[in-house]
């Protein structure tokens, strides 16, 4: 199995920033693509940010020119900076990994989840 663990999320007053973080570990092969997703209080779950194995990201319109996805290969780490935060921002941030276990199994995880709060 695959576990993510995410952390960096909290409180930040508007135009603040935030640096998350997201851990893979476990009986990993291959991690593939990895990316954060988000969900507000009363919406539906939605993408934010995905980075493939050799650095190719992709953003949700919402959120491009003010956040940053980046990966360290070597520890099984994505990171999600974000910056100009806005109280819409607000949400519940889950990491999202995909890639092979050692017995060469597809997997799918999904982190528990960092509570981002934007708020003066």
């Known amino acids: 199995q695959v576990q993510l663990v995410e952390s960096g999320g909290g409180l930040v007053q508007p135009g603040g920033s935030l640096r998350l973080s997201c851990a893979a570990s476990?009986?990993?092969?291959?991690?593939?693509?990895m990316g954060w997703y988000r969900q507000a209080p009363g919406k539906q779950r939605e993408f934010v940010a995905s980075i493939t194995s050799r650095g190719s990201t992709n953003y949700a319109d919402s959120v491009k020119g003010r956040v940053t996805i980046s990966r360290d290969n070597a520890k099984n780490t994505v990171y999600l900076q974000m910056n100009s935060l806005k109280p819409d921002d607000t949400a519940v941030y889950c990491c999202?990994?995909?890639?092979?276990?050692?017995?060469?199994?597809?997997?799918?995880?999904w982190g528990q989840g960092t509570q981002v709060t934007v708020s003066s």
């Open positions: 476990g009986s990993i092969f291959r991690n593939d693509a």
């Open positions: 999202n990994a995909q890639g092979l276990t050692s017995l060469l199994r597809r997997y799918d995880s």
